[in-house]
């Protein structure tokens, strides 16, 4: 298609067979009706015919409307210089009474009258000859056209006998046009496969950024969470007394020992961590930690200082049990709730 009708097609939409390939097969349907609308319009009626016929008519006199300018423009010229020759009439009509009224002499004349006739018979024997040539000529080229015409024909007989005779191959160049048809075939179907699966790729590293995007967004806020969240934990437990907070100082040591040991938690269970909440004083350890005993003998020393004073004393009592845990487990940082994802 490309080298005869100049019509160039991309392979690669065409073995695709989807709608780019349809913009393709376009570039060839619309060559071929082109064609046949222009054969159509042969058919048409007397009116179409006439107007086509008026159009084709004022095109062919383009070339007369410019042989007709130039006409124009020569008749411009040859009469400006007519106009200057009757101009000079006055002065050559003298020259012209003069040459005439001048009696002739015989032998300059008749000297002239044989030049002339000899240049004359040189000219009429150079067209014999080139008449002479041109027959010549023209038997030559006769003798070749028949040359010519005979080699023809014997070819086109030599045509005839071999389209009659089949070869000797044509069986196995079929059965290789036909392996070579089925080859092309699986390698359409591959191609559109290998197409297909590029796309799912495709599709499927999109998906994986957007999660990707989606679980960073995801921890982005929570970690703006969890710092609101340890923001107004410290400014509650600014409120909290002097007791309270030597308290909770004794009890971090020991629950930074257990964090230590315990496995890294989700950031889920972060959240739900940061918010506040009852807590018993003491470990899941049980009595054998050292830290638990040095936290409730503080917790003794501090009773046995107020016992100075009866009220200090009872509102000591009625705080050691009931105390609300207003002490909240610093969140996680960040790295290890990327782990957990």
Do not use: C, W
Not at 209 to 214: L, S
């Amino acid at each position: 298609m490309a080298t005869k009708a100049h019509i160039k097609l991309n392979t690669k939409k065409l073995y695709q067979a989807d709608g780019y390939a349809v913009k393709e097969l376009l570039k060839i349907t619309s060559v071929l009706y082109n064609a046949m609308k222009s054969k159509g319009m042969e058919g048409s009626k007397i009116g179409e015919e006439d107007v086509s016929k008026f159009k084709f008519d004022l095109g062919s006199k383009i070339s007369d409307l410019k042989a007709a300018r130039q006409l124009a423009s020569e008749i411009t010229a040859k009469g400006a210089s007519l106009y200057d020759l009757l101009g000079k009439e006055v002065e050559l009509r003298e020259l012209r009474t003069e040459a005439i009224a001048r009696p002739l002499e015989i032998n300059e004349t008749e000297k002239v009258m044989r030049i002339a006739i000899k240049e004359v018979l040189a000219q009429i024997q150079k067209t014999k000859d080139l008449l002479n040539n041109v027959a010549s000529d023209e038997a030559n080229l006769e003798a070749k056209i028949e040359k010519r015409k005979l080699e023809l024909e014997r070819n086109r007989k030599r045509l005839q006998t071999l389209q009659s005779v089949r070869p000797a191959f044509m069986d196995e160049y079929e059965k290789i046009e036909e392996e070579l048809q089925k080859q092309y075939d699986i390698y359409l179907e591959k191609f559109r496969n290998l197409a297909y699966l590029e796309q799912q790729l495709e599709d499927h590293h999109r998906m994986e950024q957007e999660r990707f995007e989606e679980a960073e967004n995801t921890l982005r806020l929570m970690q703006n969470k969890l710092k609101e969240e340890e923001k107004r934990l410290l400014k509650s437990g600014s409120n909290d007394d002097s007791d309270i907070d030597i308290q909770e100082d004794d009890e971090s040591d020991s629950e930074l020992e257990e964090r230590r040991l315990s496995k890294p938690r989700t950031a889920m269970e972060v959240l739900m961590q940061g918010r506040p909440s009852k807590r018993i004083v003491g470990t899941m350890q049980g009595g054998d930690s050292d830290d638990d005993e040095d936290s409730e003998d503080s917790e003794i020393d501090m009773e046995d200082d107020e016992e100075d004073d009866d009220d200090l004393e009872d509102e000591s009592i009625a705080l050691s049990p009931t105390k609300p845990n207003r002490r909240v487990r610093k969140p996680e940082p960040l790295d290890e709730s990327d782990n957990d994802f």
